[in-house]
């Protein structure tokens, strides 16, 4: 089952950047289009940026042209370049991805814990 593991949260004052990143570990046949989600307090989770089929990117209308997603192949891993935050970045980050077992699998979304980000003067 695949592992995923975020990092990189934490304070940052309006204006400024996080780096967040979620590592892949863990024993699969396939991993698939992996994405990350929010959720602030007393909000519903939001769907912030993924990977599409095909390899293209998409970023939220919230936070396209301040946050970046990118990923590294050989260790499927990725991340999230957080810019020019606002106050309304803060919430909770997880990482997900599909993933098969095995080859003869059912696909299966995995979750990782979360890093909190919290966006303050």
């Known amino acids: 089952q695949v592992r995923l593991v975020e990092s990189g949260g934490g304070l940052v004052q309006p204006g400024g950047s996080l780096r967040l990143s979620c590592e892949v570990s863990?024993?699969?046949?396939?991993?698939?289009?992996m994405a990350w989600y929010r959720q602030a307090p007393g909000k519903q989770r939001e769907l912030v940026a993924s990977?599409?089929?095909?390899?293209?990117?998409r970023c939220s209308d919230s936070v396209k042209g301040r946050f970046t997603l990118s990923s590294d192949g050989a260790s499927n891993s990725v991340y999230l370049q957080m810019n020019a935050m606002v106050t309304e970045d803060t919430a909770i980050y997880s990482c997900?991805?599909?993933?098969?077992?095995?080859?003869?699998?059912?696909?299966?979304?995995?979750w990782g814990q979360g890093t909190q980000v919290t966006v303050s003067q």
């Open positions: 997900t991805a599909i993933s098969l077992t095995t080859r003869s699998s059912a696909w299966t979304s995995n």
């Open positions: 863990g024993s699969f046949y396939r991993i698939g289009p």
């Open positions: 990977f599409l089929s095909g390899g293209s990117r």
